[in-house]
């Protein structure tokens, strides 16, 4: 039996043991008592556990974990000293393999859920390595200068000398003292990746090799965190796309809709079906970035034919434009309203082009695969990337082709 610190509040709630079934969307695992679901932090697939009842609510709640009766044998030792402490790992105790399962179970589940399919797609698996794998990491003040996490569920801030899951490159910087905070900011970004290292406040804009073409990257502006998953997801991608554009009656124009720094749209030159491509960003500090990455990247005699700095909403309302690929990156809400109408429209109606739609949230990504799939088009592919180890996190690629008619 093993003992877990924890706070000695709410004693005239309930303490009970139980089992852990699977872990939840948000990393807690869950365990059902009573008919109820309950959700219990640093917790692993079949663990028996002693918890306490925290914050009850109608056919489900939060429990607070007392002890771990009988460990899991998906239980692994922690890599980070800081882990359960740390809000950035909230996964470390559970082995890799069984994080993969769980994500994939969660991404399928949220498709039957919350889109209603009574048979998804299998989930394709892409790996990533455990650890080393993060480029961009996100530091905030600690005293006066030194570099530091925020604990977990806090704005408490603890300082770190080393993380495991961070790049070599950002780990000798923080060995050698290098990065420190800018004298503007409590909170500021570091990129690392090859022979490029970017902080915000001192040297954040510069150029990075991915695959075969440099792209123009701002540590101030989002990028993804994980360059080998990355390069893998934008070889599937061009993939994707090659196949849509390879059809005689495939229109030539492609769209990288939420591009952000047009990262899909530069590899999308190289497809010499598609005679322009275009990009829609609202973030202008990014769209910058994307005319830079797009002009330059060469290629195929795909150019950047218009980049608009609107919202998706604005480029989507009254555009009859015919693509031949489009792909869609959005936020955790999903695709907007006036983007999700619109595509749903073309599957009715216009022979809607082939469709990627990348998310890092499941329960959206369900909600909109179901309209798509209502208004015409056909699912056929769903891929789970595991961009970042050892936390919840959740990207994956749903491809729609349109409808034959």
Wanted: aromatic share 8%.
């Amino acid at each position: 039996m093993r003992n877990v610190n924890h706070a000695r509040s709410n004693e005239s709630h309930e303490v009970f043991t139980a089992r852990i079934e699977r872990i939840a969307s948000n990393g807690e695992g869950i365990l059902t008592h009573n008919g109820q679901k309950f959700f219990v932090d640093a917790t692993a697939p079949l663990d028996s556990v002693t918890v306490r009842v925290k914050e009850p609510h109608k056919g489900w709640g939060t429990a607070e974990l007392l002890c771990i009766e009988e460990p899991s044998p998906f239980r692994t030792p922690c890599a980070c000293p800081l882990a359960g402490r740390c809000g950035g790992c909230s996964l470390q105790h559970l082995a890799y393999e069984k994080q993969i399962e769980e994500k994939a179970a969660i991404l399928r589940e949220s498709f039957v859920r919350i889109g209603g399919f009574k048979e998804p797609p299998a989930v394709r698996i892409r790996r990533s390595k455990c650890f080393g794998y993060r480029n961009r990491v996100q530091f905030h003040r600690f005293k006066s200068s030194l570099p530091g996490f925020k604990v977990k569920r806090s704005d408490e801030i603890i300082q770190v000398s080393a993380c495991p899951v961070a790049d070599e490159g950002i780990n000798n910087a923080l060995a050698e003292k290098k990065i420190a905070p800018p004298v503007e900011k409590d909170r500021w970004t570091v990129y690392s990746h090859k022979d490029a290292f970017l902080m915000e406040g001192k040297n954040g804009r510069g150029s990075v090799v991915f695959l075969d073409k440099r792209l123009m990257l701002d540590a101030g502006v989002f990028f993804q965190s994980n360059a080998s998953a990355l390069e893998t997801l934008i070889k599937d991608v061009v993939s994707i796309a090659e196949e849509a554009g390879s059809s005689d009656s495939a229109p030539p124009l492609a769209a990288d809709v939420y591009c952000g720094v047009g990262t899909f749209a530069a590899f999308l030159r190289d497809v010499d079906c598609f005679e322009s491509i275009e990009l829609v960003e609202e973030n202008k500090a990014a769209l910058s970035l994307a005319r830079v990455n797009v002009n330059a990247a060469g290629g195929g005699r795909g150019v950047c034919g218009t980049c608009h700095a609107v919202s998706a909403d604005a480029w989507a309302k009254g555009n009859r434009n015919r693509y031949g690929f489009i792909i869609a990156d959005p936020p955790r809400e999903g695709l907007s309203q006036g983007v999700r109408t619109w595509l749903c429209a073309q599957g009715a109606t216009q022979n809607a082009p082939v469709f990627a739609y990348v998310s890092c949230n499941p329960a959206t990504l369900a909600r909109d695969s179901a309209a798509l799939v209502k208004s015409g088009y056909a699912l056929s592919s769903l891929a789970f990337y595991d961009f970042y180890p050892h936390t919840p996190h959740i990207e994956s690629v749903a491809v729609f082709h349109r409808s034959r008619v």
